[in-house]
């Protein structure tokens, strides 16, 4: 049964008109960045490509944005082309004959890249898509979603991924990568990859990577019932055990809740009234290390560590279930920070500053008003350089950073 889903509506990210040329602090959620050179609001597929392909043949700089919510970039501006895909909606295909063991058919789901991601997973939740329950809450699009393979509270979107329509920069055309061709990792892709150097041709493909996501392909399980759930804390707020099933409207509430505890959620989202500055944020500013074994076993006895799966799974029906490297482990950036000896809400320049890591969760570095780049950038180094000498691991930030360098 195919059928045409009209989106549920997002909020506006911004006031932005399509002619107007804005300050990319209208366009981010940390809220600062200087002057866009120039300004193009992608309203369909063809006019995306064009305007990628305009600036790669004109040589100008590209940076093409989402929602804004994993970028930081300089207070000089990017004196280049920023586009935005604002396209919204989704094409459905639903199979939905039952088996005798209870197990009902599929969702094969086409999205925009444009598609906001949030506003997509409460359509999810509603129409009984199972499999991104637990990735409610994270700002940003669809075509995100995939460069950075998404993932909280044992969910990762690797899970639920067919392939990724891409506009290929290198060739000048669509190509179309399958699951076993997206390279999926902790918080990584062959996508988010491509944005690094081709050492064989000499090409920089940044900020923006080689492959422009154009539209996304979901594979959906159709049930009531949550994949089972993978995090302690929030299974321990569904009151279920890690490793059951819950419904996934209550695992949505859940994690909208524990996302506003940790100031987590954007402005207008959660029913927090504005401003709310831990709200100002790229989310998590730093990637949880994977570290090899032996470099674990120098850390405190009390040190987190997770277990270091495939993030390509065998089915699309759970969390992560790909095998386990015997030779990593995963441990916590946040606990890492904290044992640094930095607290909620620390700042540079004491509680003056006008960026400081959130009053809620350390993880996450805020634009308490007025902030610059430049701000933001000295309390990532301060926190990065503490954890590394307390620790000898060095944390790797998780947003791109246009014009600046840690």
């Known amino acids: 049964m195919s059928q045409t889903v009209p989106s549920a509506p997002a909020e506006p990210t911004t006031g932005v008109g399509p002619d107007a040329v804005p300050n990319l602090s209208d366009l981010t959620t940390l809220r600062v960045g200087g002057p ?9 597929e063809a006019e995306l490509i064009e305007a990628v392909r305009s600036a790669d043949d004109a040589g100008t700089p590209l940076l093409v944005v989402g ?4 970028l930081l970039v300089a207070d000089e501006g990017f004196d280049g082309v920023v586009v935005r895909d604002v396209r919204q909606g989704l094409e459905a295909d639903l199979a939905d004959s039952c088996g005798t063991d209870g197990a009902c058919g599929g969702a094969s789901l086409s999205l925009p890249a444009g598609q906001d991601w949030d ?11 199972v499999g991104v329950e637990a990735l409610s809450g994270i700002p940003g699009t669809m075509g995100a979603a995939p460069v950075q393979n998404i993932g909280a509270y044992g ?36 996508l988010k990859r491509s944005m690094r150097a081709d050492v064989t041709s000499g090409d920089l493909w940044y900020p923006t990577p080689r492959y422009v996501v154009l539209q996304v392909n979901l594979q959906m399980r159709l049930g009531s019932l949550s994949a089972p759930v993978a995090y302690a804390e929030l299974a ?26 940790k100031g987590m959620l954007l ?3 959660g029913g927090a009234a504005a401003p709310d500055h831990d709200r100002w944020s790229a989310g998590s500013f730093f990637t949880n290390p994977v570290v090899p074994v032996e470099a674990a076993g120098g850390l405190p006895d009390d040190a987190p560590r997770y277990p270091v799966r495939s993030a390509t799974p065998t089915t699309t029906t759970g969390p992560a279930v790909g095998e386990i490297d015997p030779s990593l482990v995963k441990t916590s950036a946040a606990w890492l920070i904290e044992q640094a000896g930095f607290t909620k809400g620390f700042g540079v320049a004491g509680e003056h500053s006008p960026a400081r890591l959130s009053t809620r969760h350390t993880l996450a570095l805020t ?29 790797e930030p998780e947003p791109v950073l246009v014009g600046l360098a840690l």
Do not use: C, M
Request: aromatic share 6%.
């Open 36 to 44: 866009a050179g120039e300004y193009v609001e992608a309203t369909t």
């Open 67 to 70: 929602g804004g919510s994993n």
């Open 119 to 129: 506003a997509f997973v409460a359509q999810a939740v509603a129409n009984e898509w």
């Open 155 to 190: 969910q990762e979107v690797s899970g639920v991924v067919a392939s990724v329509q891409t506009w290929d920069r290198a060739t000048g055309q669509r190509k179309l990568l399958t699951l076993s061709e997206l390279g999926f990792g902790y918080r990584t892709s062959v």
């Open 236 to 261: 321990r707020r569904l009151g279920v055990e890690v490793g059951q099933r819950a419904p996934s409207v209550e695992v949505r509430e859940a994690v909208l809740e524990l996302r506003a505890g």
């Open 267 to 269: 402005d207008g989202v």
């Open 367 to 395: 634009n308490r008003g007025g902030a610059t780049a430049q701000d933001l950038v000295a309390l990532a180094r301060a926190v990065r350089d503490g954890v590394r000498d307390e620790f000898g691991i060095e944390l």
